[in-house]
């Protein structure tokens, strides 16, 4: 159970690796503690994400971003005038799908913001 007792309103939370999974519930509970939530995919928008994948992208704001392409990185921060938490939940999985392909192993060990 996620404790919703922590008031983040006002508050500014970005977490990569959003758009799906474990990082997306984490990303709802935020936005349930009132929080601004922008989350990270590597599909071009949030339209290419479905409630069966387990995407839930409902009053969050989505950013496209190859974790591993550090001109995105760059990008992606210059978006925000405040942040106040930034939670990495980023997993890599290998689908044949195109905006896997460019991405290698090592590129998970770079630091995101």
Known sequence: MI????DFTGKTVCIIGGSSGIGNA???A???CGAEVHVTGTRASEADY??????DLEGLTFHQLNAGDDAAIIALRQK???LDALVCSQGMVMYKRAEGQSQ?????CRAIL
């Not at 479905?50 to 995407?55: F, H, I, M, R, V």
């Not at 290698?104 to 998970?108: C, E, H, R, S, W």
């Open 3 to 6: 404790d919703t007792s922590i």
């Open 26 to 28: 984490t990303a709802q």
């Open 30 to 32: 935020f936005r349930g």
């Open 50 to 55: 479905a409630a069966d994948e387990g995407s």
């Open 80 to 82: 925000f005038t405040r």
């Open 104 to 108: 290698q192993p090592d590129d998970l």
